[in-house]
């Protein structure tokens, strides 16, 4: 066995995972710490994710992210799952403990509302009703967020209203599901908004949902992050809305990993920005 003490390796496993922006966050954060580790992608096919995550903790591995399609699968491999992540149903970080446990964390809904609460100054969730739009693996996320942080109650939609329907059963009474078509007047006094689909992003059907009631007073989120400034949030804030991309939330959420796997909580600031938007 050599002397030599290893240096510290944690990655992003999904698939695809070609895409991802966290490596290039996390190299980030390990120069500008003086750290030497290294953050990887890898593509992992679901027939093999047990066995690829055992092996880690061996080759080096102090942690990893998990994305799209493993995020509710690792979950059944965990020795610990804190109550968040069982909340959400889902895990986007593993922590290798020194004592062979697999610790499984979800930092989702704190990267979102650390997101807003760094670039919405002001934003008082529970001063008024909130919107979200859509009913996926984010929106869990943000629902339980909304929820911890006193939101007095969150009008939920989604194209299929059952998946909505589905929510609204398992997060309580704050939960108020809308049909599609009535999804413009939810927004009416909503000081919270937020979409949690992926529509406007690159590639995907554009946001039609109408504006019109919605207040100047309203900070507007939307978890699309390419392109940056989506339709949806260029509408909001010439309605005179503080509005705040997805990138926040995705920078956010990966401080409290990088801090579990390499001791230092790194700072989501320009700099931070700006490494991550550089081609």
């Known amino acids: 066995m050599s002397d030599h003490p290893r240096i510290p390796l944690a990655g992003v496993i999904g698939s695809p995972v070609a895409h991802s922006k966290s490596p290039r966050l996390h190299q980030h954060w390990l120069k500008t710490h003086g750290i030497k580790g290294h953050y990887i992608p890898m593509d992992v096919a679901q027939a093999d994710l047990k066995e690829v995550i055992a092996a880690l903790p061996k080759a080096g591995f102090v942690g990893c992210n998990v994305t799209i399609p493993h995020k509710e699968k690792v979950l059944a491999l965990a020795d610990v799952v804190t109550d968040r992540a069982a909340l959400i149903g889902a895990a986007n970080t593993l922590i290798f403990r020194k004592d062979g446990r697999l610790h499984a964390d979800n930092t989702d809904g704190y990267g979102f509302v650390a997101n807003l609460r760094q670039n919405a100054p002001g934003w008082d969730p529970a001063s008024g009703p909130a919107a979200v739009i859509g009913a996926g693996g984010a929106a869990r996320a943000v629902l339980a967020s909304l929820i911890e942080i006193g939101a007095p109650e969150i009008r939920l939609v989604n194209r299929t209203r059952a998946r909505a329907e589905a929510l609204r059963a398992e997060f309580g009474a704050k939960v108020v599901v809308s049909d599609w078509v009535q999804a413009g007047n939810m927004l009416e006094d909503a000081v919270t908004?937020?979409?949690?689909?992926?529509?406007?992003?690159?590639?995907?059907?554009?946001?039609?949902?109408?504006?019109?009631?919605?207040?100047p007073k309203a900070v507007v989120n939307d978890l699309v992050y390419a392109p940056l400034r989506t339709k949806f949030l260029e509408e909001a804030a010439a309605i005179g809305c503080v509005t705040v991309d997805g990138l926040g939330m995705l920078l956010h959420q990966a401080a409290p990993a990088f801090e579990r796997w390499f001791g230092i909580r790194p700072e989501v600031n320009e700099a931070t920005r700006a490494a991550i938007l550089a081609e």
């Open 193 to 215: 908004v937020v979409n949690t689909t992926s529509l406007g992003m690159e590639g995907k059907p554009e946001f039609r949902i109408p504006l019109d009631a919605l207040s």
